[in-house]
């Protein structure tokens, strides 16, 4: 046992003196969980939560038909603000959303006449179909509600449309978030647990890696062939030595989410701990194994980096996998990223409890031994 803690107490430092690593491990978190938690922000955006999207409306004499209106956009969690031409609000900037329409538009309708609307965002493009989305929801509801008080209360008017609404419901459509979930998974609260596992996995692939390589290249491995260390002990020492810097990473990333951030982990949270330790455990494997078959530090640099992204994305650290197409889903379900993101949504979003997610620990146990256990034999000191 001497010798395993000497051999990860010395990779430990020899890590963690490089800039690369000192970069990855202490700095570039938080820019990653502001920029990727700032541009998911709106992922979730009128997805049962409490907040109203504000938006601008411009109509010159909208007649009857605003109130109908101001009633479906609210209905699709849109805070309507109606002014009669778009002026610049602060320094010349527009407004975030715009929806147009037609002057006298009422007149129009019951003229009936063809009213022209139009939307303007300058949101993300994923944000921005979920909100067109939205906006044809309560436009196409607008004009069910025209039909129906023209067919049913006469002459079309303010005092028909205020009928029809009031009119008792037959059918009533009820809908809620499954499980338990409390909030949806985008920005930071999505951002914060999908880079902390894909760090931990970029850091171990690439300099644990590459640092295998270089002592093997070097002859530092072959020094330690003709000490009175066994192999097992070596490979030990190895393996303990990468799962230090994977838990240094995965505290790191936990404080600052925690307190920069303001990270909710939800009320398991050491389970959550738990999964995270499974995951580093096996970015340890992974990393160790990496710079057993890698033949160059750029060979291992360069398969770390595509290995760790290409993981990453399909894995749901990005994104919300909920939002990606079917395969990617399906896909998800297949990689160790994915069984991480779906163990810490569990935890976190949905709030499924500590036994939900031992499914996910059993199988990252099971990739750390496979992967383990491949390290061991490929493992050579020259």
């Keep these: ?3 395993i803690l000497f051999i990860a107490w010395q990779d430990v430092r020899n890590q963690l003196r490089q800039g690369s690593t000192l970069l990855w491990v202490f700095v570039m978190p938080p820019i990653f969980f502001f920029f990727i938690g700032t541009v998911t922000g709106g992922f979730s955006s009128g997805l049962g939560g409490e907040q109203a999207t504000p938006i601008t409306v411009v109509a010159e004499s909208p007649g009857f038909l605003k109130n109908q209106i101001d009633l479906r956009l609210a209905a699709n969690q849109f805070e309507a603000e109606w002014v009669a031409s778009l002026e610049p609000t602060v320094e010349g900037e527009a407004p975030t959303r715009t929806l147009s329409f037609d002057a006298s538009m009422s007149d129009k309708v019951l003229a009936g006449e063809q009213v022209q609307a139009s939307y303007e965002t300058s949101a993300n ?9 939205r906006i044809y929801r309560a436009l196409y509801t607008v004009l069910a509600d025209i039909v129906v008080a023209e067919a049913t209360t006469g002459p079309l008017s303010g005092e ?9 419901r037959v059918w009533q459509l ?10 949806i998974p985008s920005g930071f609260q999505q951002a914060v647990p999908g880079i902390l596992v894909m760090f931990t996995l970029l850091v171990l692939l690439t300099s644990s890696g590459t640092m295998l390589v270089q002592e ?3 002859g530092l491995l072959r020094r330690l062939a003709s000490a009175p260390i066994s192999k097992a002990e070596v490979i030990a020492g190895k393996w303990d030595g990468r799962m230090v810097l994977a838990a240094i990473q995965i505290l790191v990333a936990l404080i600052f989410g925690t ?5 909710d982990w939800g009320p398991n949270l050491g389970m959550v701990i738990l999964v995270l330790v499974a995951w580093g455990g096996f970015c340890a494997s992974a990393g160790l194994w990496l710079g057993t078959v890698a033949n160059t530090q750029a060979q291992a640099g360069g398969l770390g980096v595509l290995a760790a992204n290409a993981l990453a994305a399909l894995g749901g650290c990005w994104w919300p996998i909920e939002v990606t197409p079917e395969w990617m889903q399906f896909v998800q379900k297949l990689l160790p990223t994915g069984w991480t993101m779906d163990a810490l949504h569990k935890l976190i979003s949905f709030q499924a409890g500590a036994a939900s997610v031992i499914p996910n620990i059993a199988m990252l146990l099971f990739a750390t031994m496979f992967f383990g256990g491949l390290a061991v034999r490929r493992f050579r000191y020259e």
């Design 259 to 263: 307190y920069l951030f303001s990270m």
């Design 174 to 183: 009820d809908v809620s978030p499954a499980g338990k979930r409390i909030d």
């Design 1 to 3: 046992m001497k010798n």
């Design 160 to 168: 028909a449309l205020i009928a029809l609404n009031d009119a008792p």
């Design 216 to 218: 093997r290249t070097q």
């Design 125 to 133: 493009a994923l944000t921005r179909e979920f909100e067109e989305i």
